[in-house]
């Protein structure tokens, strides 16, 4: 069974551009979340979707983050004008339904900000 | 203010020897789940404790949830530098209708040969 694919593995870029993650779950996973791990820290959660819904994006920090799962399966995670606070690791996962508390974690994404 | 939060931060032991780790909250959990993580990837689950009391074994790993359900504790018996890597729990609190996983902020763990 293949698992949570993420890209790029990593992305620098200087601060005020703006940047994109790519992830796709696991096939047949309802639940797509999206994690920001700073160095040192556990992940937080940014959004998580049920199929194409929003189930959760209160810290979701909207006027640069977006996010979108137009089709309910593949999801992508935009920063529209970076910091240099965005520096950290973006994390996908996924799991089959909501309630179910086994998430499935990709590589991440390091993005460093300059 | 972390929901769960995670001690010690840092430990660094030589193989062989015991420790515990602990996630402690003010909330009560339905469950509360237990992940390693390695650098580079992403976090892997150990272990869900879902009763209150409950104590689950893997292996070395030993596994507590309180009977409260606010707290749970992870024991690792004779260490091996395998087990280097970050702890994490995560949960999400009772009542809250959606499931949406919290985590704590960790514990760092390095095993020496």
């Known amino acids: 069974e293949a698992g949570v694919a993420q890209s790029p593995r990593y992305k620098i870029i200087e601060k005020r551009q703006s940047v994109a993650f790519w992830c796709n779950p696991i096939?047949?996973?309802?639940?797509l979340y999206w994690y920001q791990q700073i160095l040192g820290q556990g992940p937080k959660l940014l959004i998580q979707?049920?199929?194409?819904?929003?189930?959760?994006d209160s810290q979701l920090p909207k006027d640069r983050f977006s996010a979108e799962r137009l089709k309910g399966v593949d999801s992508t995670l935009k920063i529209q004008p970076a910091k240099l606070e965005d520096s950290a690791v973006y994390l996908c996962a996924s799991s089959l339904i909501p309630t179910n508390e086994k998430l499935f974690f990709g590589s991440g994404t390091q993005l460093s900000v300059l | 203010t972390q929901l769960l939060e995670q001690s010690p931060q840092f430990l660094s032991i030589q193989e062989g020897e015991n420790l515990t780790v602990y996630c402690n909250s003010s909330?009560?959990?339905?469950?509360l789940q237990w992940y390693r993580q390695e650098p580079g990837e992403g976090p892997v689950l150990l272990v869900t404790v879902v009763t209150g009391g409950e104590v689950k074994k893997l292996k070395r790993l030993t596994f507590q949830f309180g009977d409260a359900r606010k707290d749970s504790s992870l024991h690792i018996t004779a260490a091996q530098p395998g087990d280097t890597g970050l702890y994490l729990c995560a949960g999400s609190p009772w009542g809250g209708g959606s499931y949406i996983p919290t985590f704590g902020r960790g514990t760092s763990l390095i095993v020496h040969p």
């Open positions: 909330s009560v959990f339905s469950s």
């Open positions: 096939s047949g996973h309802a639940t």
């Open positions: 979707f049920q199929n194409n819904g929003v189930v959760d």
